[in-house]
T-cell receptor, first 110, second 114 residues
């Protein structure tokens, strides 16, 4: 059974820092992987979707990598801003259904 | 713009009552999903549907049911609400059966069962 783990559970950093969020999964035979952002009391917003054949995907200050052989994905946020404060969730596809990690709660303070 | 909406956004009910949560999407997506989100468990799949008249059980389906009478709507029913069903419920949709495109999420329904 696929399990998805995100470490750390919470992270607090000063504005301007570059940071890395980690996601690991137990079954390396995954399909695609998706990173989401969730603001308090809100729904999920898709950030990046990495196809299983890709190693990286970039959008603005965000870069997500995927290493299937080691069962890991990372989300890199460059030059963090207070507006980046949110919970970040990774999810792996099991055919067309998502299996979620428990998230990393990020706080960026001025 | 196309969107996915959920109603109500907040609901308080009593143990044993039947509750229905609505989900409506205007993308004309084939796939629709219901998840629940609980502290320490992340989001877990309750039920999903690949199209009209199709429904399937997810990881945590006990005590829940869904029906799909049209493409746009997938209501979630709690047959007899229990305190363990206090949670935040999210509906999502995606375009194709078997596809791995982005899933689009609604804003969620916060349910409290007393």
């Amino acid at each position: 059974k696929q399990e998805v783990t995100q470490i750390p559970a919470a992270l607090s950093v000063p504005e301007g820092e570059n940071l890395v969020l980690n996601c690991s999964f137990t079954d390396s035979a995954i399909y695609n992987l998706q990173w989401f952002r969730q603001d308090p009391g809100k729904g999920l917003t898709s950030l990046l979707l990495i196809q299983s054949s890709q190693r990286e995907q970039t959008s603005g200050r965000l870069n997500a990598s995927l290493d299937k052989s080691s069962g890991r994905s990372t989300l890199y946020i460059a030059a963090s801003q207070p507006g980046d404060s949110a919970t970040y969730l990774c999810a792996v596809f099991n055919t067309d259904k998502l299996i979620f990690g428990t998230g990393t709660r990020l706080q960026v303070f001025p | 713009d196309a969107e996915i909406t959920q109603s109500p956004r907040h609901k308080i009910t009593e143990t044993g009552r039947q509750v229905t949560l609505a989900c409506h999407q205007t993308w004309n997506h084939n796939n629709m999903f219901w998840y629940r989100q609980d502290l320490g468990h992340g989001l877990r799949l309750i039920h999903y549907s690949y199209g009209v008249q199709d429904t399937n059980k997810g990881e945590v389906s006990d005590g829940y049911s869904v029906s799909r009478s049209n493409t746009e709507d997938l209501p979630l029913t709690l047959e007899s609400a229990a305190s363990s069903q206090t949670s935040v419920y999210f509906c999502a949709s995606s375009p194709r059966v078997g596809g791995q495109e982005t899933q689009y999420f609604g804003p969620g329904t916060r349910l409290l069962v007393l």
